[in-house]
Nanobody, 122 residues
Framework: QVQLVESGGGLVQAGGSLRLSCAAS????????MGWFRQASGKEREFVAGTWTGGMTRYGDSVKGRFTISRDNAKNTAYLQMNSLKPEDTAVYYCAADGQGFYRGSNYFDYWGQGTQVTVSS
């Protein structure tokens, strides 16, 4: 079991940056794959970024080149650096974990945080 707590959301102007953090409980954080998802009002949840054991990372098409996922295993924390933000990035952002760790796509994340709101004004 792992518990996830996101932080770092807020209101930012278009073109600005934010860094989200996801603090995880437990002693086996390094074995988990970590991901970020988002859900805008009235839309389905969307995969944003993921990092799997061995250093593999993947990004959703809409954020490639602007967002960067990273992790600090010593701090049990994952991050999402978001640059060049656009109004369409406005959403609730969720941190997620996959206990298997190895890459198997974005459909196997089964631990979720409570979400943090990101609002980008035009």
């Amino acid at each position: 079991q792992v518990q996830l707590v996101e932080s770092g959301g807020g209101l930012v102007q278009a073109g600005g940056s934010l860094r989200l953090s996801c603090a995880a409980s437990g002693r086996t954080f390094s074995r988990y794959a970590m991901g970020w998802f988002r859900q805008a009002s009235g839309k389905e949840r969307e995969f944003v970024a993921g990092t799997w054991t061995g250093g593999m990372t993947r990004y959703g098409d809409s954020v490639k080149g602007r967002f960067t996922i990273s992790r600090d295993n010593a701090k049990n924390t994952a991050y999402l650096q978001m640059n060049s933000l656009k109004p369409e990035d406005t959403a609730v952002y969720y941190c997620a974990a996959d206990g298997q760790g190895f890459y198997r796509g974005s459909n196997y994340f089964d631990y979720w945080g409570q979400g943090t709101q990101v609002t980008v004004s035009s």
